[in-house]
């Protein structure tokens, strides 16, 4: 069974860079056809996509946010990281990390299997 953790920092101050990371454990980021995403909820929001970096590194941005965010790995750990710059307080979200039972990429959040439990990171100065 595929678990992910998330950690970070719960504040980040306007205009810096938010930076989280996914632990995954039971299975290996880099196994063939898995795929790995973020995903965010601001308060009174629905879920929303972020990206996702595939088994072999590649990497795919939402539209709205591909300006602002980064999806980096480190095979040695089985981490995966989100970068999101320029942070405002609409940025202020849980986030969550996440993957399909199938490996594929998915730009539903409700279409996800595996999710970390959460982290809420608030932008606040």
């Known amino acids: 069974q595929v678990q992910l953790q998330e950690s970070g920092p719960g504040l980040v101050k306007p205009s810096q860079t938010l930076s989280l990371t996914c632990t995954v454990s039971?299975?290996?980021?880099?196994?063939?056809?898995?795929?790995w995403s973020w995903i965010r909820q601001p308060p009174g929001k629905e879920l929303e996509w972020m990206g996702v970096?595939?088994?072999?590194?590649?990497?795919w941005y939402s539209p709205s946010l591909k300006s602002r965010t980064s999806i980096s790995r480190d095979t040695s750990k089985n981490q995966f990281s989100l970068q999101l710059s320029s942070v405002t307080p609409e940025d202020t979200a849980v986030y969550y990390c996440?993957?399909?039972?199938?490996?594929?990429?998915?730009?539903?959040?409700?279409?996800?299997?595996?999710w970390g439990q959460g982290t809420q990171v608030t932008v606040s100065s």
């Open positions: 996440a993957a399909r039972s199938d490996g594929s990429i998915s730009s539903i959040p409700n279409s996800y299997d595996y």
């Open positions: 970096i595939g088994d072999d590194g590649r990497t």
């Open positions: 039971g299975g290996s980021i880099t196994t063939s056809y898995s795929a």
